[in-house]
T-cell receptor
Framework: DGGITQSPKYLFRKEGQNVTLSCEQNLNHDAMYWYRQDPGQGLRLIYYSQIVNDFQKGDIAEGYSVSREKKESFPLTVTSAQKNPTAFYLC???????????FGDGTRLSIL | EDKVVQSPLSLVVHEGDTVTLNCSYE??????LLWYKQEKKAPTFLFML????IEKKSGRLSSILDKKELFSILNITATQTGDSAIYLC???????????FGQGTELSVKP
């Protein structure tokens, strides 16, 4: 089945540690996105990529990094510079910039 | 600053009721407005509205956009417990494919 796979579902980070969240899609979509969701809030855009080897900062990029080396993969690294990383992270993809985005099941990140 | 505001933030109804969820926006470079339903995890796409005054319908759900007054509504008729979820409204920018989301409306449908 075609879809967006995020892993792991749950992740725990120690102080000072970088962690990487995986996002893979087999929909052949060009565009991919990372969002953060905090309780009682909507989604906020972290990074997005319209094509391979190119990506742009969203509204809350500080403390995060991404890469887009393959069309199907868009991993997000939460660095130690992100002081409040506890949140639900959602990855999305779309066929292009004017088409609806479709989401993975998310990764819940917590601090130990 | 661009923003999307949803109301109410939470709503409790009984099965069979009809509900109306609201979404207003102030966004430069508007292209479309989207509605999503979020249960435990992934938001699922409901509607994308680009033109004013044209109702989109899917079963008991319908939505319409007013680009003059800058708002949209999502109607759910004959609600069921399975409609319990967070409903998210988002505006798609004309360039870059970025979405800006509202805070969401948490709907709870009681038996």
């Amino acid at each position: 089945d075609g879809g967006i796979t995020q892993s792991p579902k749950y992740l725990f980070r120690k102080e000072g540690q970088n962690v990487t969240l995986s996002c893979e899609q087999n929909l052949n979509h060009d565009a991919m996105y990372w969002y953060r969701q905090d309780p009682g809030q909507g989604l906020r855009l972290i990074y997005y990529s319209q094509i391979v080897n190119d990506f742009q900062k969203g509204d809350i990029a500080e403390g995060y990094s991404v890469s887009r080396e393959k069309k199907e993969s868009f991993p997000l690294t939460v660095t130690s510079a992100q002081k409040n990383p506890t949140a639900f992270y959602l990855c999305a993809s779309s066929p292009g910039p004017v088409r609806p985005q479709h989401f993975g099941d998310g990764t819940r990140l917590s601090i130990l | 600053e661009d923003k999307v505001v949803q109301s109410p933030l939470s709503l409790v109804v009984h099965e069979g009721d009809t509900v109306t969820l609201n979404c207003s926006y102030e966004v430069t470079n508007f292209r479309s407005l989207l509605w999503y339903k979020q249960e435990k995890k992934a938001p699922t796409f409901l509607f994308m509205l680009t033109s004013s005054g044209i109702e989109k319908k899917s079963g008991r759900l319908s939505s319409i956009l007013d680009k003059k007054e800058l708002f949209s509504i999502l109607n759910i008729t004959a609600t069921q417990t399975g409609d319990s979820a967070i409903y998210l409204c988002a505006v798609l920018y004309n360039q870059g494919g970025k979405l800006i989301f509202g805070q969401g409306t948490e709907l709870s449908v009681k038996p």
